[in-house]
């Protein structure tokens, strides 16, 4: 079993969580499971065959949050016109006279307000073990930009900004990493330093500090909750998989656990 690491970079991304329906939140780290995808789409393991490449592989997958730009929230208005043309127009005509309340709930459901969470700039550090041969073609693969499938942020209309820097990396057991765990495992975070300001107002920029940021939500089929965790490392009660190159350890895990049918 080998490993490596490798750099990506979007403009915007949206890995969207797996609990919420009406609207669409993001994941601030991807789970495994995109992790994976993202892999198999340089190597061009097609979505449908991802669960069995994983498996025959044995491949974990992880990532850790290296930069953000920002979080932002876009709506829009959804106009919902699958019904019958007729009883449309007479519901727009008792709009325009009756407004009765039941004619405004019919109205608010004809035109739903759909909010969307999306990430600004987000670069990731992502990890990957698995059998040599297919850690080795995705080095060769990464570095020589030699996709099979394009990568992007979620869906295909966030798009990759920089991809590389891929390098092999080592498989190990650890209990302080970066990227996310379950809950059950979070024991605590350690961070260099930072300082709390009382009057931040009064700093320029480059004076402040920035706090740490956890995040917990559901994940997968089975809604485990994790810890997504940005400009801190995260300590564990336990050993976890985990892949190290000269920079970071990355906690590693089964995405075939995590994916969502």
């Given at each position: 079993?080998?490993?490596?690491?490798?750099?990506?970079?979007?403009?915007?991304?949206?890995?969207?969580?797996?609990?919420?329906?009406?609207?669409?939140?993001?994941?601030?780290?991807?789970?495994?499971?995109?992790?994976?995808?993202?892999?198999?789409?340089?190597?061009?393991?097609?979505?449908?065959?991802?669960?069995?490449?994983?498996?025959?592989?044995?491949?974990?997958?992880?990532?850790?949050?290296?930069?953000?730009?920002?979080?932002?929230?876009?709506?829009?208005?959804?106009?919902?016109?699958?019904?019958?043309?007729?009883?449309?127009?007479?519901?727009?005509?008792?709009?325009?006279?009756?407004?009765?309340?039941?004619?405004?709930k019919q109205v608010v459901?004809?035109?739903?307000?759909?909010?969307?969470?999306?990430?600004?700039?987000?670069e990731y550090k992502f990890?990957?073990?698995?059998?040599?041969?297919?850690?080795?073609?995705?080095?060769?693969?990464?570095?020589?930009?030699?996709?099979?499938?394009?990568?992007?942020?979620?869906?295909?209309?966030?798009?990759?900004?920089?991809?590389?820097?891929?390098?092999?990396?080592?498989?190990?057991?650890?209990?302080?990493?970066?990227?996310?765990?379950?809950?059950?495992d979070f024991s605590q975070?350690?961070?260099?330093?930072?300082?709390?300001?009382?009057?931040?107002?009064?700093?320029?920029?480059?004076?402040?500090?920035?706090?740490?940021?956890?995040?917990?939500?559901?994940?997968?089929?089975?809604?485990?909750?994790?810890?997504?965790?940005?400009?801190?490392?995260?300590?564990?009660?336990?050993?976890?998989?985990?892949?190290?190159?000269?920079?970071?350890?990355?906690?590693?895990?089964?995405?075939?656990?995590?994916?969502?049918?």
């Open positions: 079993m080998k490993a490596l690491t490798f750099k990506v970079r979007f403009e915007t991304a949206q890995f969207k969580t797996h609990h919420l329906k009406l609207t669409r939140g993001t994941y601030l780290i991807p789970p495994p499971s995109a992790v994976a995808g993202s892999f198999g789409a340089i190597l061009g393991i097609p979505r449908n065959r991802l669960k069995e490449y994983c498996t025959q592989y044995k491949l974990l997958a992880g990532a850790g949050l290296i930069s953000l730009g920002g979080v932002y929230t876009t709506y829009s208005r959804i106009f919902k016109f699958h019904r019958n043309v007729d009883k449309i127009i007479e519901l727009l005509k008792e709009w325009t006279s009756v407004k009765t309340s039941k004619v405004y459901e004809l035109t739903p307000l759909k909010e969307s969470e999306e990430l600004f700039e987000p990890a990957i073990v698995a059998e040599d041969e297919v850690i080795e073609e995705g080095l060769r693969r990464i570095n020589s930009l030699d996709f099979v499938y394009e990568i992007f942020g979620g869906n295909d209309y966030h798009f990759m900004h920089f991809v590389g820097e891929a390098k092999e990396a080592r498989y190990i057991k650890s209990k302080e990493g970066i990227g996310y765990c379950p809950k059950d975070l350690a961070v260099e330093n930072y300082r709390i300001l009382a009057e931040p107002k009064y700093t320029t920029g480059s004076e402040r500090e920035r706090l740490p940021i956890v995040i917990f939500s559901p994940v997968g089929p089975k809604m485990e909750i994790f810890a997504f965790v940005y400009r801190a490392n995260i300590i564990t009660k336990v050993e976890k998989d985990a892949v190290q190159d000269r920079e970071d350890t990355i906690f590693v895990y089964d995405p075939v656990r995590y994916l969502v049918p």
